[in-house]
């Protein structure tokens, strides 16, 4: 155990920290799960998404700067609109070499008191399905579970500055984002549920 836990944690979640994340805030969806987690004394949250599909441009050739170069067209937590993404295609600068539809699942990472107390919740989120989860430990005795899924979507759509697919498969590659989507926020539900049991036994 970290004797610096309690501080940390007070560091974090301090009102007047400036949230990093390009949102700001917390994702609608996941406010009432990070608040049970906040409120127990052996945790916090340090980051998360509830689940998002994004079109972003960014370069067809990797290198250390692309991540910072991607530019966000739209973004959404909930269901996309296939009629707003077909509007962000068709109004997009011609000088953009690639752009991509990406689904990416919920994400969430907690800071724990103890190793005992990440493999209450890791064991949580590996029974409702989180399979790529995991802990990391810090050199200075920070224990982070990061619990992840595998319900992920990244599909080039506009390679070399050409739209290379047609409004059809536009259409079903936002249908299968949607139903990602779906199955990502009753995989949420089933998580909060359990977690809520949890600290109702253990408190």
Same mark, same amino acid.
């Given at each position: 155990?970290?004797?610096?836990?309690?501080?940390?944690?007070?560091?974090?979640?301090?009102?007047?920290?400036?949230?990093?994340?390009?949102?700001?805030?917390?994702?609608?969806?996941?406010?009432?799960?990070?608040?049970?987690?906040?409120?127990?004394?052996?945790?916090?949250?340090?980051?998360?998404?509830?689940?998002?599909?994004?079109?972003?441009?960014?370069?067809?050739?990797?290198?250390?700067?692309?991540?910072? %170069?991607?530019?966000?067209?739209?973004?959404?937590? *909930?269901?996309?609109? @296939?009629?707003? +993404?077909?509007?962000? &295609? #068709?109004?997009?600068?011609? %000088?953009?070499?690639?752009?991509?539809?990406?689904? *990416?699942?919920?994400? @969430?990472?907690? +800071?724990?008191?103890? &190793? #005992?107390?990440?493999?209450?919740?890791?064991?949580?989120?590996?029974?409702?399905?989180?399979?790529?989860?995991?802990?990391?430990?810090?050199?200075?005795?920070?224990?982070?579970?990061?619990?992840?899924?595998?319900?992920?979507?990244?599909?080039?759509?506009?390679?070399?500055?050409?739209?290379?697919?047609?409004?059809?498969?536009?259409?079903?590659?936002?249908?299968?984002?949607?139903?990602?989507?779906?199955?990502?926020?009753?995989?949420?539900?089933?998580?909060?549920?359990?977690?809520?049991?949890?600290?109702?036994?253990?408190?």
């Amino acid at each position: 155990m970290s004797k610096h836990f309690d501080q940390w944690k007070h560091d974090a979640l301090a009102m007047d920290k400036e949230d990093l994340s390009r949102k700001h805030s917390i994702d609608d969806y996941i406010v009432n799960l990070i608040n049970q987690i906040n409120n127990h004394p052996d945790y916090y949250t340090s980051s998360s998404c509830s689940g998002r599909t994004i079109v972003f441009t960014t370069s067809a050739i990797v290198t250390s700067s692309t991540k910072s %170069d991607c530019q966000w067209l739209y973004v959404t937590h *909930e269901q996309a609109d @296939l009629n707003t +993404i077909l509007e962000c &295609l #068709e109004q997009r600068s011609k %000088d953009i070499d690639m752009i991509s539809i990406k689904f *990416e699942a919920f994400i @969430l990472h907690i +800071i724990c008191r103890t &190793l #005992e107390c990440a493999k209450v919740l890791l064991n949580i989120a590996l029974e409702c399905g989180y399979r790529n989860s995991g802990l990391v430990m810090s050199n200075q005795g920070k224990i982070t579970l990061a619990i992840r899924s595998t319900h992920a979507l990244e599909v080039p759509i506009v390679i070399d500055g050409c739209l290379c697919v047609d409004q059809n498969y536009i259409t079903k590659i936002v249908a299968i984002a949607n139903e990602k989507m779906t199955a990502n926020m009753a995989k949420i539900d089933k998580f909060s549920l359990c977690v809520a049991k949890k600290f109702t036994i253990t408190t």
